[in-house]
T-cell receptor
Framework: AQSVTQLGSHVSVSEGALVLLRCNYSSSVPPYLFWYVQYPNQGLQLLLKYTTGATLVKGINGFEAEFKKSETSFHLTKPSAHMSDAAEYFCAVSPPGNQFYFGTGTSLTVIP | ETGVTQSPTHLIKTRGQQVTLRCSSQSGHNTVSWYQQALGQGPQFIFQYYREEENGRGNFPPRFSGLQFPNYSSELNVNALELDDSALYLC?????????????FGEGSRLTVL
């Protein structure tokens, strides 16, 4: 069975501070892992994905995430938060070729 | 390259009515998935269509049905609407049943059931 847990439904950081959004997953097969961002009244936009290979993946807008199999984690980070990063972030897991399982989301607030 | 487009963007229905939502997949994508996103929740998988056949279904009742057309566009139909059906309905397209590992989402259709 597949599932995703996002720790912290709301995260606030100061502009310029480190962003860390946590994601732990459960999967019965080697999964693909994703982070999506959703701005108000919009659909989901892919930030980054892990399928195979290098466990540290870089995405758009300066975000990156590291796949840690031993910890079943795929935490999202960005060294320096920008006001435009304020949005809802969703972690997702997918057995290849199968449906996506999303977490409940983390709302990121950036304080000027 | 044309992205995923959905229509209508917003609609209001009353309990018991039926609704049809439409989705045009991204150019070249042959697989369409539908997700329901209730307020404050993550998207939940409804079903996937590949080559005009349903190819996977989540935990949704039969009153949620769909179609995929030869041009890969898709419809989501919901009969006998209930208040809990109020949500953002997201369409996502992909290549080859998602085996390339990425979904491309439209901006959604927000359904309100009164």
């Amino acid at each position: 069975a597949q599932s995703v847990t996002q720790l912290g439904s709301h995260v606030s950081v100061s502009e310029g501070a480190l962003v860390l959004l946590r994601c732990n997953y459960s999967s019965s097969v080697p999964p693909y892992l994703f982070w999506y961002v959703q701005y108000p009244n919009q659909g989901l936009q892919l930030l980054l994905k892990y399928t195979t290979g290098a466990t540290l993946v870089k995405g758009i807008n300066g975000f990156e995430a590291e796949f840690k199999k031993s910890e079943t984690s795929f935490h999202l980070t960005k060294p320096s938060a920008h006001m435009s990063d304020a949005a809802e972030y969703f972690c997702a897991v997918s057995p290849p070729g199968n449906q996506f399982y999303f977490g409940t989301g983390t709302s990121l607030t950036v304080i000027p | 390259e044309t992205g995923v487009t959905q229509s209508p963007t917003h609609l209001i229905k009353t309990r018991g009515q039926q609704v049809t939502l439409r989705c045009s997949s991204q150019s070249g994508h042959n697989t369409v998935s539908w997700y329901q996103q209730a307020l404050g929740q993550g998207p939940q998988f409804i079903f996937q269509y590949y080559r005009e056949e349903e190819n996977g279904r989540g935990n949704f009742p039969p009153r949620f049905s769909g179609l995929q057309f030869p041009n890969y566009s898709s419809e989501l139909n919901v009969n006998a609407l209930e208040l809990d059906d109020s949500a953002l309905y997201l369409c996502a397209s992909s290549l080859s049943q998602g085996r390339t590992g990425e979904l491309f989402f439209g901006e959604g259709s927000r359904l309100t059931v009164l």
